[in-house]
């Protein structure tokens, strides 16, 4: 018996590091999968990949109509929806005083834009079924803020009220909000960072280490899973101690 036997999770930005694990970690706990990414040959190539059914669908988050064309095949093909991920994201680094006002607009509306969409699209299913978890990505750079990030970092802030805001929302409907904040993971997007930046921020983790996406695929199992069922609007770091 897997944690997630029976259920439907709805994943966006899904076709690569954080998202993909938490494909494969859903998948490995018998959850039927639906991977939503920009890039749909990605996208497709995790869904095929998965042990359980699963459907790679290419969409832009920023897009309504695309998203809920997406969930709704999400529930026509898999046979529902339990579970919904906001996770898409992109950077866009700029001092402040270098930032374009087209750098802070890309990262507001794929990040806090997006998670809005799809948690407005997805809604009406969760609700509909008086159950149902959504996961909002932030990350430890939306408590601490990071000079450079001043988009990023804004986001990853706006995705926490955006899912205390839902969980009081949804409360009495039984659908749960609750986000994660990731701290130093060794993914695609951070291997791209300067030596010395990187080795600058690991020297801030206390367990001396980055952490891997599966290590926050599994958090984000937990609350996926019935074994957070009276957790809503909390805010869970995968940091390795980095902010106490």
Not at 44 to 69: F, N, Y
Not at 135 to 162: E, F, T
Request: net charge neutral; aromatic share 4%.
């Amino acid at each position: 018996m897997g944690l997630l036997d029976g259920k439907i999770a709805f994943i966006t930005g899904g076709g690569q590091g954080l998202g993909e694990a938490m494909a494969r970690r859903f998948a490995a706990e018998g959850a039927k999968v639906a991977v939503l990414d920009l890039n749909g040959d990605r996208a497709r190539k995790v869904a095929d990949d998965l042990p359980t059914a699963g459907i790679g669908v290419e969409a832009d988050v920023r897009d309504l109509e695309a998203v809920e064309a997406a969930i709704r095949r999400c529930v026509e093909e898999l046979g529902g929806l339990d579970i919904v991920v906001n996770n898409a994201g992109i950077t866009r680094d700029a001092t402040i005083r270098r930032m374009t006002l087209e750098q802070w607009n890309e990262v507001v509306s794929v990040h806090l834009t997006g998670a809005f969409i799809t948690t407005k699209a997805a809604a009406p299913y969760l609700r509909a079924q008086k159950s149902g978890s959504i996961i909002n990505i932030s990350s430890l750079s939306g408590k601490v803020g990071n000079i450079g990030q001043a988009n990023y970092s804004s986001v990853k802030a706006g995705l926490v009220a955006l899912a205390k805001v839902a969980a009081k929302e949804f409360a009495r409907d039984g659908v749960r909000v609750n986000a994660i904040q990731p701290g130093l993971i060794r993914t695609a997007m951070t291997e791209a960072l300067r030596e010395d930046i990187w080795q600058q921020k690991l020297n801030e983790v206390p367990m001396g280490r980055a952490g891997t996406p599966e290590e926050v695929a599994n958090v984000a199992l937990f609350l996926a899973s019935d074994l957070s069922s009276y957790m809503t609007g909390n805010v869970l770091e995968v940091a390795g101690g980095r902010h106490m």
